[in-house]
Every structure is written in C-alpha cells, then in structure tokens.
C-alpha cells in the first residue's frame, strides 16, 4: 500500500487517565492506537520496548502489535482508528483481543513500503505540536456532526504525514549494525527479507534499503557473499566435498553454490580447493 492511499477512519476517541497502581493486561488491538500524554508521566510496553511517556509525548502502535500501560500517574487522549475505511462500518469501538488469543486476527494488515514506521510502534517523547491536533480529534468525535468523520479523517491523515516527517528517535531507528552482525550470525540460514522484517519488525523494504546503504549490495548479494567468506577456509582445508562446502554455508543447491562462487572469485570451488586458496591480495573481496 502507498501513502497516496492513506485514508484513516476515526473509530474511537476518550481521555484515559492512569494511576500508578493501576495493573493493566497485555492486549492484542484490533485497530492502530496513539497515546498523547497530556499532563503527568506513564509508561507503556509495545512490541517488546518499554516506553516512558511524558507531557507531549506521542506512541503510535499498529493493529495487532501487543501493547500495555503499565501504570505511572498520565492523563493522555487515546486514538483507536484503521489506516483505511475499509472496515468503517464497524464503528463501534472494538476491545482489544488478550495476548496469547490462537485465532486473533487484526481488522487491517497494513504495510506501507515507504512508511516502515507505521508498520509497528513510533514514538515521540517530544511532540507538544500534536497535542492540538489530538484535542481537535477528540472534540471532534465528541460533537459527532454531519461532518465530523471526514474531518477527522482529514485531521489524522495530517497528524500521521507529521509524524513521519518527524526526525524518529535514535532508539526507534533501524541499526544497520545490528542486521549485519545478525547476517554474519545466521548466514547458513534460509535468510530473506520477509525474515529478517520478522526479528526486527522493520518493513523488508526498508531493512533491504538499510542493508544496501551499510554495505553498498543488495541483501541478497550480501548474503551470498558472506556464504562466500565462511566457504574459503572450509575449501582451504580439503577435508570436505564442494557440495558439504556448499551446504555447511547455507547452500541448498551445491551447483549454484559454484557458479557463485566462480562469479566472485574468478575460478570454481574445486579449482580453489584443490589449490589450496589464492593468496589473499587477489581475493575479489
């Protein structure tokens, strides 16, 4: 989905106070949520991150990414809202699902490849300017005139745009460091993006993109040729076949593990086992 098909629908807006001995359960939300922290400071764990929330502070999480307040004394405006009308018929608000439900499914799975950040959470400990916009939402849904849903339609749509022009924290950034270093660590596995958007939650567009701009390739490419560095000291050796080579690597297919391996190096895998490596000044790499 782009974000030219941006459509939010405004399903529910309140203003929600906590207490700090208030014990809240983890939930699974049907629909997308933003927190604005209006006076006080609380605390809410999403997708795994703890987040603290003080005065203007914004947290965005996705339909169907786990999420609890933990307490801390906070009043805030909470959104519950889809990123399309595809489901605005359903306009009551909708209880989130407790974690661990086997058949929970969100209304809308939405992705959008150059958003990464409404994938999953966003977080902004210092967005004083949104707290107009979340007044207004929640005015809004308060009067419920005639206009009031394309209106407030209008008015997320431009919180939303904000939010991703918005400078994101360091911490909620995507650290090309810590994909690589996972690379290097799993490279005999089935490695995608779809995969590897599963540990990070990042969009595989945007861990590809990532990738690319740490090590100027592809991550496919990156990926093969990491395949490539493990197998030479392994056809160094000469105790194992080309095809146990292949496989010990991460190649399922040991004849394309060779006309990989010659595309890069320059001669097949036998040719450089069997003369036990080139020295390393002509490596291609």
Not at 45 to 64: F, K, M, Q, R
Not at 180 to 185: A, G, N, S, T
Not at 270 to 276: A, D, P
Request: hydrophobic letters at 40%; proline letters at 7%.
């Amino acid at each position: 989905m782009t974000l030219a098909e941006l459509h939010p629908y405004v399903r529910y807006v309140r203003q929600v106070r906590t207490l700090r001995e208030d014990r809240y359960e983890a939930s699974l939300p049907f629909d997308a949520r933003l927190f604005y922290t209006l006076r006080g400071t609380g605390r809410v764990l999403a997708d795994g991150n703890e987040y603290t929330l003080p005065p203007g502070s914004l947290l965005y999480i996705n339909a169907g990414v786990a999420y609890q307040l933990l307490g801390g004394e906070a009043d805030y405006i909470a959104v519950n809202f889809d990123l399309t009308h595809r489901h605005s018929h359903r306009t009551l608000p909708i209880p989130p699902e407790r974690v661990g439900c086997a058949r929970f499914m969100p209304l809308e799975a939405v992705q959008f490849a150059e958003a990464p950040a409404l994938d999953r959470c966003w977080y902004c400990p210092s967005c004083s300017q949104a707290g107009e916009t979340m007044a207004a939402l929640l005015a809004e849904y308060e009067r419920r005139l005639p206009d009031s849903e394309p209106y407030a339609t209008a008015l997320l749509t431009g919180l939303l745009i904000q939010m991703l022009r918005h400078e994101p924290e360091p911490a909620a950034r995507l650290q090309p460091e810590l994909v690589v270093d996972y690379i290097r660590r799993h490279y005999r596995e089935e490695l995608t993006g779809e995969a590897l958007a599963g540990v990070f939650h990042y969009h595989p567009n945007h861990i590809s993109a990532v990738i690319r701009r740490h090590t100027g390739l592809p991550l496919h490419r990156y990926l093969l040729e990491t395949r490539i560095r493990h197998a030479l000291p392994l056809l160094e050796e000469g105790r194992l076949s080309v095809a146990q080579v292949a496989h010990a690597v991460g190649f399922a297919d040991a004849n394309y593990f060779t006309r990989y391996f010659k595309q890069v190096m320059g001669i097949t895998p036998l040719t450089y086992r069997n003369q036990g490596g080139i020295p390393y000044e002509d490596r291609f790499f």
